[in-house]
């Protein structure tokens, strides 16, 4: 396994429990989407799984790799080779996209980036993405449009190439053009690597093209339903009740 998650007990720091007795594995190369109503606690996973510090692990464990990471802090996360793409992903003035990138990189895999390279690289990205090159040069998510922000998360992806991907509602608020070239986008990080991806959304726009390998349903912080890639299907077709119930 990639990723485990055992028995998880999370919530925020004033105490509101809000993940309860969570178990999900993640395999080498896997796809899985994580589906449920609003308030069941899907962000949350998502936030505890990477490190957020306004989250609190009361119980269970996380292991990343065989190694224990429920205590370890975001960014020795990212440098083991985890990612999260935000549902609203925040401006950073005084930081170019394009430097925001090289230095992450630089970061995760402690070596010195080319500068040719990266920059072949980062424009056949932004082709994938149909993404104006000069947004390189700005500062990061500063004036950008809600398509253009989750345009610069699936960026980052591309180019940092992590070995674990948690995309939170990437295709929230997004038209359909734009779900459309975010779907392509993850489809090329999957050619890319042998990466394992968690899709949280309340779509089933964005997993066009996408093998998907287990769906689960989250209600109430606690996972009450896993399947193949057919649930997410079936789930569009006739909702959440029945996992309510």
């Given at each position: 396994?990639?990723?485990?998650v055992?028995?998880l007990?999370?919530?925020?720091?004033?105490?509101?429990?809000?993940l309860?007795?969570?178990n999900?594995?993640?395999?080498?190369?896997e796809?899985?989407?994580?589906?449920g109503?609003?308030?069941?606690?899907?962000?949350?996973?998502?936030?505890?799984?990477?490190?957020?510090?306004?989250?609190?692990?009361?119980g269970?464990?996380?292991?990343f790799?065989?190694?224990?990471?429920?205590?370890?802090?975001?960014?020795?996360?990212?440098k083991a080779?985890?990612?999260?793409?935000?549902?609203?992903?925040?401006?950073?003035?005084?930081?170019?996209?394009?430097?925001?990138?090289?230095?992450?990189?630089?970061?995760?895999?402690?070596?010195?980036?080319?500068?040719?390279?990266?920059?072949?690289?980062l424009?056949?990205?932004?082709?994938?993405?149909d993404?104006?090159?000069?947004?390189?040069?700005?500062?990061?998510?500063?004036g950008?449009?809600?398509?253009?922000?989750?345009?610069?998360?699936?960026?980052?992806?591309?180019m940092?190439?992590?070995?674990?991907?948690?995309?939170?509602?990437?295709?929230?608020?997004?038209?359909?053009d734009a779900?459309?070239?975010?779907?392509?986008?993850?489809?090329e990080?999957?050619k890319?690597?042998?990466?394992s991806?968690?899709?949280?959304?309340?779509?089933?726009?964005?997993?066009?093209?996408?093998?998907?390998?287990?769906?689960?349903?989250?209600?109430?912080g606690?996972?009450?339903?896993?399947?193949?890639?057919?649930?997410?299907?079936?789930?569009?077709?006739?909702g959440?009740?029945?996992f309510?119930?």
């Open positions: 396994m990639l990723l485990e055992q028995n007990n999370a919530g925020l720091e004033d105490g509101k429990q809000i309860n007795d969570l999900i594995k993640i395999g080498q190369g796809t899985h989407v994580l589906m109503p609003n308030g069941a606690g899907k962000s949350s996973l998502g936030n505890t799984l990477m490190g957020n510090p306004v989250y609190k692990i009361t269970g464990k996380i292991l790799k065989d190694q224990d990471i429920t205590e370890e802090s975001a960014d020795k996360r990212a080779g985890m990612f999260m793409s935000f549902q609203s992903p925040l401006e950073i003035p005084g930081i170019s996209l394009e430097s925001f990138i090289r230095a992450s990189i630089q970061q995760r895999t402690g070596e010195r980036v080319k500068l040719f390279q990266f920059q072949k690289e424009q056949r990205c932004m082709q994938i993405l993404m104006n090159p000069d947004y390189a040069k700005r500062d990061l998510n500063v950008f449009s809600g398509g253009e922000r989750k345009k610069s998360e699936i960026l980052q992806l591309l940092l190439k992590p070995d674990f991907a948690i995309l939170d509602e990437t295709d929230s608020g997004l038209d359909v779900v459309r070239v975010v779907s392509k986008g993850i489809e990080y999957r890319l690597t042998n990466g991806l968690l899709i949280i959304t309340h779509s089933t726009k964005i997993l066009e093209g996408l093998d998907v390998d287990y769906t689960h349903v989250l209600v109430k606690h996972i009450v339903k896993t399947g193949d890639g057919q649930l997410f299907h079936q789930i569009n077709e006739k959440f009740e029945e309510i119930k």
